[in-house]
Nanobody, 123 residues
């Protein structure tokens, strides 16, 4: 399985931006679809965004559409999540995931997970 390490989290004011990165080990990164999920305190982990192996298609949960952008650079084995116009309700631990999902919004369809990076948005 691919090993994943997230970075780029931090504390930001509402309306600000952050870019999360997820670096993958192994030569087969380009074969995986990649996803971002998040878990807020006291809540279940939820889907945020996903991108196909070649980057031709991307999927977003409704609450982040128009604000977040997922992208990938297969030459760098890295997937990104650009987050703009951040809101306090975006506060969560953000997880990167890799797999061959039948349902891109289902966390059970992703086989490999990173440890997560904390994003805190202050009001």
């Amino acid at each position: 399985q691919v090993q994943l390490v997230e970075s780029g989290g931090g504390l930001v004011q509402a309306g600000g931006s952050l870019r999360l990165s997820c670096s993958a080990s192994g030569p087969t990164f380009s074969r995986y679809a990649m996803g971002w999920f998040r878990q807020a305190p006291g809540k279940e982990r939820e889907f945020v965004a996903a991108i196909t192996w070649g980057g031709s298609s991307a999927y977003y949960t409704d609450s982040v559409k128009g604000r977040f952008t997922i992208s990938r650079d297969n030459t760098k084995n890295t997937v990104y999540l650009q987050m703009n116009s951040l809101k306090p309700e975006d506060t969560a631990v953000y997880y990167c995931a890799a797999g061959w999902p039948g349902d891109f919004r289902s966390e059970t369809d992703f086989a490999s997970w990173g440890q997560g990076t904390q994003v805190t948005v202050s009001s």
